[in-house]
Nanobody, 127 residues
Framework: QVQLVESGGGLVKAGDSLRLSCAASGRSLSVVGWFRQAPGKEREFLAGMGITWRPGNTFSSDSMAGRFTIFRDGAKNTINLQVESMQPEDTAVYYC????????????????????WGQGTQVTVSS
């Protein structure tokens, strides 16, 4: 069984940068991704990284204009999301998710292939 725990959320000011971390335990993972869900909106994909599937390969949302960077901290064994120039519209619950075995069928920029989720961490951006 996979456990994912997010950390690093909180209250930030517009223009600040923020780093979120995802610690995974349990079985090995094919892919780890970051999503977010703003109030009243659907959950959306931000960025992902291959772990056992295409190790180190990263991919991001086409619409996020390069503000989101996913990277691995080998020393802490976490998958992190760096967000630059945060804006009030970035206020959301941010989730770490994992694909335990990726068959290659479904689009990794959608929720469909992700079968393990963290509880989420709230990020609030003040203007």
């Amino acid at each position: 069984q996979v456990q994912l725990v997010e950390s690093g959320g909180g209250l930030v000011k517009a223009g600040d940068s923020l780093r979120l971390s995802c610690a995974a335990s349990g079985r090995s993972l094919s892919v780890v991704g970051w999503f977010r869900q703003a109030p009243g909106k659907e959950r959306e994909f931000l960025a992902g990284m291959g772990i056992t599937w295409r190790p180190g390969n990263t991919f991001s949302s086409d619409s996020m204009a390069g503000r989101f960077t996913i990277f691995r901290d080998g020393a802490k064994n976490t998958i992190n999301l760096q967000v630059e120039s945060m804006q009030p519209e970035d206020t959301a619950v941010y989730y770490c998710a994992a694909v335990t075995f990726y068959s290659g069928v479904y689009n990794l920029k959608t929720e469909i292939p992700y079968d393990a989720w963290g509880q989420g961490t709230q990020v609030t951006v003040s203007s």
